[in-house]
T-cell receptor
Framework: IAGITQAPTSQILAAGRRMTLRCTQD?????MYWYRQDLGLGLRLIHY???????GKGEVPDGYSVSRANTDDFPLTLASAVPSQTSVYFC?????????????FGPGTRLTVL | GQNIDQPTEMTATEGAIVQINCTYQ??????LFWYQQHAGEAPTFLSY??LDGLEEKGRFSSFLSRSKGYSYLLLKELQMKDSASYLC??????????WGAGTKLIIKP
C-alpha cells in the first residue's frame, strides 16, 4: 500500500441498505477526512478525525457515521442509504490538522443509491 | 456564511498563460490551498499560501491578498496535460478546509 486506498471503487446500492466505505492510509498521518463531491459543488466535509480515537462532524454529517479505532483506518458508514447520498466520496489524510500540511486524497468511491 | 468563488470554466491556448481567480469569505483564515483535479481522479496538491504575496513553483504560481480575500493561480507555458479542474480551498478558524466548486480549465492546441 502506498498512500491512501479506498474500497470499493464503485457501488450501486438499494435505498435503505447499510453500507460501509473503507479507507486506509499508510503514511502514519494523524488527521483523516471524509468528503463528498457533487457536480457543481465544492468538496463538502462529512466527518473528520484529528487523531486516533477522536472524530468530529463536518458540514454535512447527517446520515453518516465514522470511527477511528487506529491511525490507519477511517471507515464511513451509511446506516440507511437514501438517493441524495449518491455522490463521489473521497477520503483524505494529513500529517496534522493545521499549518501547511496538505491533504492527500484517496482515489474515491462512486456511490449510486437507487 | 462561508463562501469561495471561482469561475466555472476557462479556456486557454497551449503555450499561453492563464490566471484563475478565487475570492473568499470565511470565518477566520489559516491558509489557502490550490489543488488540481483531472476528470475522474482525486485532487492533488499544488500550492499553499498563508502570507500575502506570490509563491512560485515551476510553471505554477499562487498569489494571496488577505485584506482583499483574494487569490489567484497562474499557470505558465500551458500544456495539454494542464486540462483539469483547479480547486481553491481556505482553512477556516476551525482548521477545516472550505472548498470552492472548482474551475474547469480547457486547453486548446
Amino acid at each position: 500500500i502506498a498512500g491512501i486506498t479506498q474500497a470499493p471503487t464503485s457501488q450501486i446500492l438499494a435505498a435503505g441498505r447499510r453500507m460501509t466505505l473503507r479507507c486506509t492510509q499508510d503514511m502514519r498521518h494523524n488527521a483523516m477526512y471524509w468528503y463528498r463531491q457533487d457536480l457543481g459543488l465544492g468538496l463538502r466535509l462529512i466527518h473528520y478525525s484529528n487523531t486516533a480515537g477522536t472524530t468530529g462532524k463536518g458540514e454535512v454529517p447527517d446520515g453518516y457515521s465514522v470511527s477511528r479505532a487506529n491511525t490507519d483506518d477511517f471507515p464511513l458508514t451509511l446506516a440507511s442509504a437514501v438517493p441524495s447520498q449518491t455522490s463521489v466520496y473521497f477520503c483524505a489524510s494529513s500529517a496534522s490538522g493545521g499549518g501547511p500540511d496538505e491533504q492527500f486524497f484517496g482515489p474515491g468511491t462512486r456511490l449510486t443509491v437507487l | 456564511g462561508q463562501n469561495i468563488d471561482q469561475p466555472t470554466e476557462m479556456t486557454a491556448t497551449e503555450g499561453a498563460i492563464v490566471q484563475i481567480n478565487c475570492t473568499y469569505q470565511t470565518s477566520g483564515f489559516n491558509g489557502l490551498f490550490w489543488y488540481q483535479q483531472h476528470a475522474g481522479e482525486a485532487p492533488t496538491f499544488l500550492s499553499y499560501n498563508v502570507l500575502d504575496g506570490l509563491e512560485e513553483k515551476g510553471r505554477f504560481s499562487s498569489f494571496l491578498s488577505r485584506s482583499k480575500g483574494y487569490s489567484y493561480l497562474l499557470l505558465k507555458e500551458l500544456q495539454m496535460k494542464d486540462s483539469a479542474s483547479y480547486l481553491c480551498a481556505v482553512r477556516d478558524s476551525n482548521y477545516q478546509l472550505i472548498w470552492g466548486a472548482g474551475t474547469k480549465l480547457i486547453i486548446k492546441p
